[in-house]
């Protein structure tokens, strides 16, 4: 099943990917085509295409697994949106507080 996170996981990690991993992930998720599709324009098996998106998906959680890159991005977003929520609220300070932080684990 396609997920958002999958497409995020291809963004960060896509290029650790041989290219035609890469390719296939993109056209599966990012454009949105079915494995028959894919196999079609890429004259391979449905089961091949199928193989295909299934190993990369598990590479690609194994990268994120390790590296945390994906987790660590969705985090720092949603600090960056409490901030904005608390400035909205002209909460200043609280909102410095949360900036603040964000900044300090960037830096890590």
């Not at 990369?56 to 390790?66: F, I, M, P, S």
């Not at 909460?91 to 964000?102: G, H, P, Q, T």
Request: glycine residues 4%.
């Amino acid at each position: 099943m396609k997920s958002f996170e999958d497409s995020l996981l291809l963004d960060f990690y896509g290029n650790l990917l041989t290219d035609k991993m890469r390719l296939t992930l993109d056209m599966y998720l990012n454009d949105d085509l079915s494995l028959t599709e894919i196999a079609e324009e890429e004259e391979i098996s449905r089961q091949g295409v199928h193989d295909t998106v299934k190993r990369g998906l598990k590479q690609l959680k194994g990268y994120e697994e390790k590296l945390g890159l994906v987790r660590r991005f969705l985090e720092q977003k949603e600090s960056v949106k409490e901030a904005i929520d608390l400035i909205d609220k002209r909460e200043y300070e609280d909102a410095r507080k949360v900036l603040s932080k964000l900044s300090e684990e960037i830096e890590e």
